[in-house]
């Protein structure tokens, strides 16, 4: 497994020869990593000591078998409002495969789906629920040509009612070839939003995005770019829309020139806001955000920092504020989806690459675990 760190030599490597967005080595206490309440109280909930306050809390409720999803990263993964359970699809194997199955995740049960028609292969895909038109919406994602090549499309597919629909309009506007940028509904404004990513362009090198489209009635608008700030380039970023807050919220990833970052934007009717927080999680990527209903706030959890350490930590952000949990959780990971299961009133997370044992070895994983309050 490519480890991917602080001392990446290009993100090429990356893009032409799968390794993964993975981390090296769990993080350990010590200063500068988070601002706020230190890694040393992190690192003893984690380990098992008893949480400082009441509040929400971690579940394991499914470990690896025969009937959930294999090991896995990068998978996507969305809550099906119209249809009532959670779609994950895609993702990275252990042997160094793209997926392209489908699983539908309800009432705390794992259940795969054989739908007719299904995008190709793939991992890396922006994913999101699309109220307005009433279906999951997928974009692009890095699939495989023939040749076994891996390369980003820029292909739109639709899921309802157990199905994927083609949505690809070649005469229509879409955004360019990418694989993981953010994608989360806007509910205040009425369309899903599509921010930055990454594109491994033919000639071995990479295009960093920092535009923002938006999506609804099957189409496609790129938005100008705003004379006010908006976040640089950047892929792999947590981003979800904060619910109570009515905004969406992006948080850190990985720039061409920022490297690792820790910066906290919104976006509401159109436009970037860049919040300056005294208080917020250490610089990371790949980890994953998501707003959960049951408890009206957004949960940060995991991903991997400049040095390649794991975060194994849960944040929560709430009315402007990030706060910093003390609570035991999942292992350390990066490369996981974790999404709002409104059905069972719960957040859900899924596999990723990290720790799979209490000795340290990493691998791909397939526990899913439920946030709960």
């Known amino acids: 497994m490519l480890a991917i760190s602080a001392l990446i030599v290009t993100i090429v490597t990356l893009l032409s020869s799968w390794g993964g967005i993975t981390g090296t080595h769990v993080n350990q206490p010590q200063s500068g990593q988070v601002t706020g309440p230190n890694q040393l109280q992190l690192a003893r909930a984690s380990l098992g000591a008893t949480p400082s306050a009441a509040g929400p809390a971690w579940t394991q409720i499914t470990t690896a078998t025969n009937s959930t999803p294999s090991p896995r990263d990068v998978a996507a993964m969305a809550y099906d409002a119209s249809d009532g359970y959670v779609v994950l699809f895609g993702g990275h194997n252990s042997a160094g495969h793209a997926l392209s199955d489908t699983w539908k995740f309800q009432a705390g049960t794992w259940t795969r789906l054989h739908p007719a028609h299904s995008p190709p292969a793939r991992w890396g895909v922006q994913m999101v629920y699309d109220a307005k038109d009433g279906y999951v919406v997928s974009f692009g994602g890095q699939a495989v040509r023939f040749n076994g090549y891996f390369y980003d499309s820029n292909d739109t597919w639709a899921f309802r009612g157990g199905n994927w629909t083609d949505l690809t309009n070649s005469s229509a506007p879409t955004p360019g070839s990418r694989s993981f940028g953010g994608f989360s509904y806007d509910s205040a404004d009425g369309y899903a939003v599509l921010y930055g990513g990454i594109y491994n362009l033919a000639n071995g090198s990479t295009h960093w995005f920092s535009d923002t489209w938006t999506f609804s009635g099957r189409n496609w608008t790129l938005l100008p770019v ?68 049951n408890l009206s706030e957004v949960f940060l959890f995991g991903g991997v920092d400049g040095s390649g350490g794991w975060y194994y930590d849960t944040w929560s952000f709430h009315a402007g504020a990030w706060s910093l949990l003390t609570i035991s959780g999942p292992s350390a990971r990066d490369t996981f989806p974790f999404v709002d299961d409104r059905a069972d009133h719960c957040a859900v997370l899924f596999g990723g690459f990290g720790q799979i044992n209490v000795y340290g070895s990493t691998g791909r994983l397939a526990d899913t675990w439920e946030v709960t309050g």
């Not at 908006?230 to 850190?252: E, K, N």
């Open 226 to 293: 705003p004379a006010t700030a908006h976040p640089p380039a950047r892929y792999a970023a947590m981003m979800t829309y904060d619910t109570s807050d009515r905004h969406i919220l992006l948080f850190g990833g990985y720039g061409p020139s920022q490297g690792v970052m820790s910066d906290t934007w919104t976006f509401h009717a159109g436009h970037w806001k860049n919040l300056s927080l005294a208080t917020h999680p250490g610089a990371r990527y790949a980890g994953s955000a998501t707003y959960d209903s």
